[in-house]
């Protein structure tokens, strides 16, 4: 599974920021039992890094 948000006719932004229902996305594969790799694209500003861990943070918070 590859996660990325973005605004309908825009470019990637960070996760939660965007128009796609990643919560809501994650929730259906959490209820249908999905044990696989999720692949984060990550924003990358001036810090990768800390981009890549808040991305890593708001996925967590939504699988809880």
């Known amino acids: 599974i590859h996660v990325k ?3 309908y006719g825009g470019v990637p ?3 939660g920021k ?4 990643i919560k ?3 929730g259906v594969l959490k209820k249908i ?3 696989g790799s999720i692949i984060l694209e990550s ?3 001036s810090d990768a890094v ?3 861990v808040k ?3 708001y996925v967590r918070g939504c699988c809880e």
Do not use: E, I, Q, R
């Open 50 to 52: 800390g981009d890549t």
């Open 13 to 15: 932004v960070m996760l």
């Open 24 to 26: 809501g996305c994650l």
């Open 55 to 57: 991305n890593l943070s």
């Open 18 to 21: 965007g128009c796609a229902d």
């Open 43 to 45: 924003y990358f500003g």
């Open 33 to 35: 039992g999905y044990a």
């Open 5 to 7: 948000d973005k605004p």
